[in-house]
């Protein structure tokens, strides 16, 4: 008998995780024999990975962070190329974590074993020339954006655009009057998200600046108002507190434990940092206005690489400038309130467009991506 289908599979971080194990389960509805064997948290492990180390040993931010742990980070990376020349895996999926699964699946490739990248690094944005590095890693990329399918189109790398999981995931229609009910809100009064990031540094420079705003946005409507903040962690719940300990006292805001969908359905616009809750919020058709700061050395270098007109998911999705978005020095509270009140009256340009974007990512994101590896697979 032939051996089963043996599929290697690396995730770095708790997203990766998630889009694993749904590739995982979409593999085993076609191939019940699969095997899965590599690096992966507790979803790909429930559901039948033999993971060969902790996923969080690949989980590294910050520049600091990352330098003390580049030789443990060399090592296991070093014996996970050697275990997986010697296991032979039909393909091997690189799950995001660029900087880890690219030189893995090179080193992999050149060994002859077929390999896939799931979930694009930003090179269309900056960085460029890593596409030639991609180039000669990947057999085939998966790619969770149209636009960013175009981009290695143009540059002559196997490409399949699988569509969002978010997006299979989010009905197009969602309940506004059930999930302000299961936070307590009343249903006439007009609510407001704010949604300043999940982590310390970012929540730190923003955090601030969204009360602001939303202090200057109440002193501007006239009807009732209400804000909702998610915290992402206990430490993130602390840190909003100790700011808020800053403001005016009958500032209504009301700290949620998490539950960000929740209040993404809940509101009627949305004040949030760029990056992947934008998607978040698009999906759930809530007009927004987005805004973020960096540090400003950070900022600096950064102007100079970027390659794309925006900065945020939606108009890099619509193509257009859609929503409002202020960076650095043009993110004041003032500029902030000023864009977000008309939204509170009529944001229907975006909300329209936002529907049309949901519909062109919902694609069965799980199923397509597994239909490619198991094509590649059987083509090695």
């Given amino acids: 008998m032939a051996r089963a289908l043996r599929v290697a599979l690396v995730a770095g ?32 492990q429930a559901e039948g990975l033999q993971s060969y180390f902790p996923m969080e040993r690949l989980a590294v931010m910050g520049l600091f962070e990352v330098l003390g742990r580049l ?18 895996p039909d393909v091997y999926v690189g799950i995001d974590a660029p900087d880890f699964n690219l030189g893995v699946e090179l080193r992999l490739r050149r060994a002859g074993i077929r390999t896939v990248h799931y979930v694009s690094p930003s090179v269309w944005a900056w960085r460029q020339k890593r596409v030639l590095k991609i180039r000669q890693a990947c057999d085939l990329m998966l790619t969770l954006f149209p636009f960013e399918a175009q981009f290695y189109e143009a540059q002559d790398v196997p490409v ?74 206990s430490e993130r719940r602390r840190q909003l507190e100790e700011m808020l300990s800053h403001t ?17 359905a809940a509101c009627d616009a949305v004040l949030i940092a760029s990056g992947t809750a934008t998607l978040e919020a698009l999906l759930y058709k809530r007009p927004m206005v987005v805004a973020y700061r960096l540090a400003p050395l950070t900022y600096k ?16 999705l619509a193509g257009r400038a859609l929503v409002p978005e202020l960076l650095q020095e043009r993110a004041t509270p003032e500029a902030l309130a000023e864009a977000l009140m008309p939204l509170l009256e009529i ?5 329209e467009c936002f529907d049309a974007i949901h519909r062109s990512l919902r694609r069965d994101a799980s199923h397509q991506a597994a239909e490619s590896v198991l094509e590649l697979a059987e083509r090695a």
């Fill in 347 to 351: 944001g229907r340009e975006q909300t």
């Fill in 13 to 44: 971080e708790a997203s990766g995780d998630i889009l694993g194990a749904g590739l995982m389960q979409a593999l085993k509805a076609v191939r019940p024999d699969v095997e899965f064997i590599g690096v992966g948290g507790p979803r790909m």
């Fill in 301 to 316: 270098v950064a102007r100079h690489l970027v390659k794309t007109p925006f900065f945020s998911l939606p108009n890099l």
């Fill in 71 to 88: 030789p443990e980070l060399w090592l296991r990376r070093r014996r996970l190329i050697r275990r997986l020349i010697d296991s032979r």
């Fill in 160 to 233: 399949r655009f699988v569509g969002h999981p978010l997006a299979d995931q989010v009905p197009l229609q969602t309940d506004r009057d059930a999930a302000r009910a299961a936070l307590d809100l009343t249903a006439g009064e007009t609510i407001v998200a704010l949604m300043p990031g999940s982590r310390g540094g970012e929540l730190a420079r923003l955090g601030p600046l969204f009360l602001e705003a939303a202090e200057r946005l109440l002193a501007l409507h006239a009807g009732a108002l209400r804000f909702v903040v998610p915290c992402a962690s």
């Fill in 248 to 264: 005016r006292r009958d500032l209504p805001v009301m700290l949620l434990d998490g539950r960000s969908h929740e209040a993404l």
